[in-house]
Each structure stands twice: as C-alpha cells, then as structure tokens.
C-alpha cells in the first residue's frame, strides 16, 4: 500500500480555487513535493516545501503544511481547463522519494 | 539547458526477456532515480545512482539492475520479464551535494508492455 495518501479525483469549475490534500507518514521526510502528470507525459515538479517551513506561496500555488498532522495542501488558485492532469504528492526519505497514488484534477469551463 | 531524456518510448517485449532502457540526466546533473509506474498508480523508487555506485534501492528484486556512465547517462536493466512488470519507467535527475540537489527532475518515460 502508499504510506502517501491522496483522495482519488476531485473536479472544479473553470476560475474556481482547487485543493489538493495529501497526507504522509515519514516525520523525518526532509522536503515534500508536488508534481503534475498530463496524459501520456512524465512528471513536471510544480513546487517543493522544505519541512520546516508552514507555507509556500509561488504565483498561482500555495503549499501549506502541517507538520504535527503531517498534512500536506496545494492550492490552485484561477483554475484553468489546462490545469487538468494528475498531481502527486511526495516525500524525500534519504535517497528515496515516495509518492502517493495521484489526485486526478478534472476543470470543467 | 537539456531536460531528462528517455528511450525508447515504446516497448513490447515478451515474458521471460530481458530489456535494456536508457536515461540521459539534464544537463549537469550528477544523480539519477528510476521509477516504476504502474497504470493507475503513483510511481515506485527502483534506485538511485550516484557517481556510478548505486546508492539506494526500494523493494525491487535483483533482476532489476542499473548503470551510471561517467558522463551521467543511465541504464535500467530488466532480466527474466515478468507480465506485472509492464508499466511507465521514469528516470528522474538532480545536482547532489549543491544548494539545488531537492529539485528532482523527470523524463518523459519508457512504456514497457510484456506480453
């Protein structure tokens, strides 16, 4: 099973803010990812936390974690039909990186 | 800049084969992950290379080997194909050892079907 967990699909509205939870197991992961998954390509690093910081902000994405739940959000503010794709979440464990199974982001116009 | 480069793209291969992919690391990347993503699935650390030493492993058996060339280039070798093996294999690559080395970069992939 992933010791990353994310909820299946979530689905919005075209201009609308999306929210994509994730939660992870490792307390000692040193940084926490997410990456975006269009069909058919590999995947884009979006944006990276490092674990002592709370938020991350970086133009339409906001990370926010919380670290005592180890709880991981991204934001998308402005959803646009082009923002439809898979977006994992990660944790960094020594050399390794773990992935939860995917959020699968549906933007309806 | 080049990005992270895979090939081939496609690949059928029956069961009990063995098949060789290959990874070019963005430029100036000295570290290279592979990746197994099943259909539906998040991808699966196989291991990591660093400086041509591997340098972590997940749970993957011995039949899945690796390379790093000096030149940062990679193999992943696969013996004695097995049908659960069909899936996406990423290669993935970042600077150790700079203030960067948490950005991991991805390539596009190899899709590998064993029939």
């Known amino acids: 099973g992933e010791d990353v967990e994310q909820s299946l699909f979530l689905s919005v509205r075209e201009g609308d803010s999306s929210v994509i939870n994730c939660t992870y197991t490792?307390?000692?992961?040193?940084?926490l990812y997410w990456y975006k998954q269009e069909p058919g390509a590999g995947l884009q690093l979006l944006t990276y936390?490092?674990?002592?910081?709370d938020m991350k902000q970086d133009q339409r994405l906001t990370v926010l974690l919380n670290k005592k739940d180890k709880h991981l959000s991204l934001r998308i503010a402005d959803t646009q039909t082009g923002d439809s794709a898979i977006y994992f979440c990660?944790?960094?464990?020594?050399?390794?990186?773990?992935f939860g199974a995917g959020t699968r982001l549906t933007v309806k116009p | 800049e080049t990005g992270v480069t895979q090939s081939p793209t496609h690949l059928i291969k029956t069961r009990g084969q063995q098949v060789t992919l290959r990874c070019s690391s963005q430029?100036?990347?000295?570290?290279v992950s592979w990746y197994q993503q099943a259909l539906g699935q998040g991808p699966q650390f196989i291991f990591q290379?660093?400086?041509?030493?591997?340098?972590g492993r997940g749970n993957f058996p011995p039949r899945f080997s690796g390379l790093q060339f000096p030149n940062y280039s990679s193999e992943l070798n696969v013996n004695a194909l097995e049908l659960d093996d069909s899936a996406l294999y990423l290669c993935?690559?970042?600077?150790?050892?700079?203030?960067?080395?948490?950005?991991?970069?991805f390539g596009p992939g190899t899709r590998l079907t064993v029939t």
């Open positions: 490792d307390s000692s992961s040193t940084y």
């Open positions: 290379y660093y400086r041509e030493e591997e340098n």
């Open positions: 936390i490092f674990s002592n910081m």
């Open positions: 993935a690559s970042k600077q150790k050892a700079t203030g960067s080395e948490n950005e991991q970069y």
């Open positions: 990660a944790e960094s464990v020594l050399n390794d990186m773990r």
């Open positions: 430029s100036g990347h000295n570290t």
